[in-house]
């Protein structure tokens, strides 16, 4: 299969890659191109604003997450579906050839785009830069003779005399510039403590971002040579639709209902999720937390993924009728699976607010953050893994909770000062910081809804 496509790297975090991938799918998408965008990485904001510039669901590309295998496989499902893009934009994370930590490469823009045979194009904040943009450019250029460098877009150029010393400078090295943005300072996108803010926490705003976005790159950047180059990708081979792989479990006559929340407090979901519970014969059904007062009616699952609901502990907490409809799923034993900001609203509280007291912790910010991948094991049964089973993901948070991980912790897994446990298993309840892609584990659905099948047929 042949699937154009490029990937938006940079020499480190910083440089633009976020605003210069967001306006490409944007720019491509206003000359009526269907277009497909893809983060490198466990990030799950980038990929929100990628959703609005493409108009269908951003996907993530993370060989750690999901295991080397997996990356094209995923890459072509999120690129046809709901149909083939003409042209898909694979925005990278940190530098290009930064990996993870002690493993060299891996898990790295270049390691990602070599998965995928696509070319790179180099995104080069150039504001104080002269002729040493050159040596730059080369040397990324000249470090990795798997990786293929198609161009370099300039950001932030401060001026047209500007543009004409750095052009002239990189006409020595040899690798074309498609493009130079200038500053805008108006289109920078706000930040808090743990990154960009989500696009659905200003959906309007992020629209009008995006769109502005789309008009300057289009504006500075040679769509027509980022078409062409993208054709150069080497063709691909379709392999399985690995985001509908599941273990085999026999669906239910009936669809189990699984409520998955969503929202601003709760942003955080890679698209798969949904994907492979629809594939295990569950009908997926969103809520806001937030907004809602109500489940979903004839609820035999839930699901509550990552967010922000530090910023919205208030309105959550407000929210009593919600609250207390989640604590009486979970006294009936319905399967729950929360992650991360789904563990912080069981908690008895949340910086000191009220949540829905599933969980016998109370939860708080810190001014620590944890963050890193991580090889877990599963301690014990659950509704997501059985005892024993290995498991990557990762974590990405500035709270913490009190007390810590009780005698049957979700996850267990080894750092440099011993073995660390980690979550909640509670019955039914699954809890826990660690963030995972459900298409790496592709049994966590299947298993997920089995159990809502197991409880709705227990007896009351």
């Given at each position: 299969?042949?699937?154009?496509?490029?990937?938006?790297?940079?020499?480190?975090?910083?440089?633009?890659?976020?605003?210069?991938?967001?306006?490409?799918?944007?720019?491509?998408?206003?000359?009526?191109?269907?277009?497909?965008?893809?983060?490198?990485?466990?990030?799950?904001?980038?990929?929100?604003?990628?959703?609005?510039?493409?108009?269908?669901?951003?996907?993530?590309?993370?060989?750690?997450?999901?295991?080397?295998?997996?990356?094209?496989?995923?890459?072509?499902?999120?690129?046809?579906?709901?149909?083939?893009?003409?042209?898909?934009?694979?925005?990278?994370?940190?530098?290009?050839?930064?990996?993870?930590?002690?493993?060299?490469?891996?898990?790295?823009?270049?390691?990602?785009?070599?998965?995928?045979?696509?070319?790179?194009?180099?995104?080069?904040?150039?504001?104080?830069?002269?002729?040493?943009?050159?040596?730059?450019?080369?040397?990324?250029?000249?470090?990795?003779?798997?990786?293929?460098?198609?161009?370099?877009?300039?950001?932030?150029?401060?001026?047209?005399?500007?543009?004409?010393?750095?052009?002239?400078?990189?006409?020595?090295?040899?690798?074309?510039?498609?493009?130079?943005?200038?500053?805008?300072?108006?289109?920078?996108?706000?930040?808090?403590?743990?990154?960009?803010?989500?696009?659905?926490?200003?959906?309007?705003?992020?629209?009008?971002?995006?769109?502005?976005?789309?008009?300057?790159?289009?504006?500075?950047?040679?769509?027509?040579?980022?078409?062409?180059?993208?054709?150069?990708?080497?063709?691909?081979?379709?392999?399985?639709?690995?985001?509908?792989?599941?273990?085999?479990?026999?669906?239910?006559?009936?669809?189990?209902?699984?409520?998955?929340?969503?929202?601003?407090?709760?942003?955080?979901?890679?698209?798969?999720?949904?994907?492979?519970?629809?594939?295990?014969?569950?009908?997926?059904?969103?809520?806001?937390?937030?907004?809602?007062?109500?489940?979903?009616?004839?609820?035999?699952?839930?699901v509550i993924g990552g967010g922000f609901p530090e910023a919205h502990a208030a309105t959550l907490s407000a929210n009593e009728p919600m609250r207390a409809a989640v604590a009486e799923l979970a006294r009936r034993d319905v399967p729950i699976a929360a992650e991360c900001a789904g563990?912080?609203?069981?908690?008895?509280?949340?910086?000191?607010?009220?949540?829905?007291?599933?969980?016998?912790?109370?939860?708080?910010?810190?001014?620590?953050?944890?963050?890193?991948?991580?090889?877990?094991?599963?301690?014990?049964?659950?509704?997501?893994?059985?005892?024993?089973?290995?498991?990557?993901?990762?974590?990405?948070?500035?709270?913490?909770?009190?007390?810590?991980?009780?005698?049957?912790?979700?996850?267990?897994?080894?750092?440099?000062?011993?073995?660390?446990?980690?979550?909640?298993?509670?019955?039914?309840?699954?809890?826990?910081?660690?963030?995972?892609?459900?298409?790496?584990?592709?049994?966590?659905?299947?298993?997920?809804?089995?159990?809502?099948?197991?409880?709705?047929?227990?007896?009351?």
């Amino acid at each position: 299969m042949s699937i154009p496509r490029v990937v938006i790297a940079a020499p480190a975090s910083g440089h633009g890659k976020t605003s210069v991938a967001t306006g490409l799918l944007s720019a491509l998408r206003g000359r009526g191109l269907a277009v497909s965008g893809h983060k490198v990485g466990p990030d799950y904001i980038d990929p929100g604003y990628h959703a609005i510039a493409a108009g269908r669901p951003g996907r993530n590309l993370d060989p750690w997450l999901v295991g080397e295998q997996r990356i094209e496989p995923l890459f072509v499902h999120g690129a046809t579906t709901p149909a083939p893009a003409d042209i898909a934009v694979v925005e990278g994370v940190m530098g290009l050839f930064d990996g993870m930590t002690g493993r060299g490469g891996f898990a790295s823009t270049a390691h990602v785009a070599a998965l995928l045979g696509a070319p790179v194009v180099l995104v080069v904040d150039a504001t104080g830069m002269g002729r040493s943009v050159t040596a730059l450019v080369h040397g990324f250029a000249a470090f990795d003779p798997s990786v293929r460098l198609g161009g370099v877009i300039l950001n932030r150029v401060g001026s047209r005399r500007h543009r004409q010393i750095l052009t002239d400078a990189l006409a020595e090295s040899g690798v074309a510039v498609l493009g130079a943005v200038p500053r805008h300072a108006a289109l920078e996108t706000p930040s808090r403590h743990l990154g960009l803010i989500p696009a659905a926490e200003r959906t309007a705003e992020a629209g009008r971002t995006v769109a502005a976005l789309g008009e300057v790159v289009g504006a500075n950047v040679d769509l027509d040579a980022i078409v062409r180059l993208a054709r150069t990708a080497a063709a691909l081979d379709c392999g399985s639709d690995t985001a509908a792989e599941r273990a085999g479990t026999p669906q239910p006559a009936r669809p189990v209902r699984v409520a998955v929340a969503g929202g601003a407090a709760f942003s955080f979901g890679y698209t798969e999720q949904g994907e492979l519970l629809a594939a295990a014969g569950a009908e997926v059904v969103p809520f806001d937390p937030l907004r809602d007062e109500r489940l979903p009616a004839d609820v035999d699952g839930l699901v509550i993924g990552g967010g922000f609901p530090e910023a919205h502990a208030a309105t959550l907490s407000a929210n009593e009728p919600m609250r207390a409809a989640v604590a009486e799923l979970a006294r009936r034993d319905v399967p729950i699976a929360a992650e991360c900001a789904g563990l912080l609203y069981l908690a008895r509280s949340l910086d000191r607010r009220p949540m829905c007291g599933v969980l016998d912790v109370d939860a708080a910010m810190t001014d620590r953050l944890t963050l890193g991948y991580r090889d877990a094991v599963a301690p014990h049964d659950s509704v997501l893994a059985p005892a024993g089973t290995r498991v990557h993901g990762h974590e990405f948070h500035r709270t913490a909770c009190l007390p810590g991980a009780p005698a049957r912790a979700a996850w267990q897994w080894r750092q440099d000062t011993g073995t660390v446990a980690e979550g909640v298993v509670r019955g039914n309840v699954h809890a826990s910081y660690l963030h995972l892609h459900w298409a790496g584990n592709p049994g966590v659905a299947d298993r997920f809804v089995a159990a809502c099948v197991a409880a709705r047929s227990a007896p009351a």
